[in-house]
């Protein structure tokens, strides 16, 4: 532990890199997700932006999962030498930085199949993770971590997806909408297994107060709505909402700008009007807030774009 804290301590001694450090660590917030699924689906690959859709919500929650079941500090938590460059209220082992940075970019790259696209990843992969011992919330093992279990769970991706996707879409509506409420609420009742099983289990005094929301499930309620409302988005696009990506700039661009205005009142819009307490109630609405912005961005912008004519209808798959 002394190595690593040393080490992050030689690090913020580099002067000029915050900003720089800054911008890479946000290419792994949500905020950046949440430009780059609209901006994929809707405007470059559909069936792209599903995968990555799925990648990002599965492995995040399995991530989350892993972090409560470890509850492991962050650097500045433990030392006050440790500039809080950033802050953060999750526990800190694996990395969702690290974990995430390798499986989207390294997904992009395995479809672009390119050597510069693959050195492109790795470079992103890098910076984002150096970034995040930078800052001072995460230690080398964190991120070593972050890239094993997404490195693995990209490989499960791409060895499994290829039965998961075409099995899914061969079922009945009905179905596919209980497979994707099923899954999500699984992934709930693990994360509640987990919380109870640490309990008794508290964290130090000396860093306890920086992790006073750390074992809140507001993260994974999150997670799991959105993951709810991309499968339900998924089924019914399949249905009545299937588009051709492609089209001119300005059809491209404008799509984006209506999933990106959908986004937006359903993440800090819904945010403002639903009630945030008692905390059962918070939960039950964050999960519905997070699944409406999915089945938003899956299904309701491209069926707004067909009816506007921003995109060429495709024929609904199993007609």
Sequence with gaps: MDWQINSILTLQQVNGLTGLMHFFSFLGREEFYLL???????????????????ILL?????????????????????????????????????????QNAVGVWLFFAGLLKKPWAWGGAVGLILFISLSRVY??????????????????????????WPRVEPRFLSLGLGIQIFAALGGSLLLLLAGISIEKAIA?????????????EARSLQPLFGRCGALFGLGLGWALATRWARFEDGGSFG??????????TGVVVCWKGLQMLFPREPESVELFFRFVRYGLLSLWITFL?????????????LQPIGQ
Excluded: M
Excluded at 251 to 260: A, H, S, T
């Design 36 to 54: 780059l699924i609209p901006l994929v689906y809707l405007s470059v690959n559909a069936q792209a932006g599903i995968r990555l859709g799925f």
């Design 58 to 98: 599965l492995g995040d929650s399995l991530n989350f999962l892993l972090k409560l079941a470890g509850h492991a500090p962050r650097p500045y938590w433990i030392d006050p030498k440790v500039q809080a460059l950033a802050t953060e209220t999750s526990y800190g082992l694996p990395s969702s930085h690290a």
């Design 135 to 160: 800052l001072g919330v995460h230690f080398w093992t964190d991120i070593l971590g972050g890239w094993l279990l997404g490195l693995l769970f990209l490989v499960l991706f791409w060895r499994f």
């Design 200 to 212: 008794g289990s508290n964290d130090p005094a000396a860093w306890a107060s920086y992790a006073g």
């Design 251 to 260: 059809q491209r661009f404008l799509r984006f700008l209506i999933g990106l």
């Design 301 to 313: 912008a491209p069926w707004l774009c067909l009816r506007w004519k921003l995109a060429k209808p």
